[in-house]
């Protein structure tokens, strides 16, 4: 599946919170979501942007799929 090109960081966030993602704080237009996985915290910074260029997009969803052992096409479908 293509990578898509018009995603703003409201959706990026809004799937994240669906993954159990939680907002920890924002500096600047950086916002810090993290998460619990096996008793480690997971933190992913999305930057406040739309949208969100392709490349950064991609680094995110790669290290967010991987962590929580998901589907990289399927997280695209719900964005």
Known sequence: MKVPR????????TTLKR???SVV????????LSKIID??????TV????PI???V???????VCN??????NAFYQQL
């Open 6 to 13: 018009d995603v703003d960081a409201s959706e990026l966030i």
């Open 19 to 21: 993954h159990g993602y």
């Open 25 to 32: 704080r924002q500096t600047g237009s950086h916002i810090r």
């Open 39 to 44: 008793s480690k915290e997971h933190a992913i």
């Open 47 to 50: 930057p406040n942007h739309k």
């Open 53 to 55: 260029k392709i490349g």
């Open 57 to 63: 997009l991609q680094n995110i969803v790669k290290d």
């Open 67 to 72: 962590v929580n052992r998901l589907e990289i």
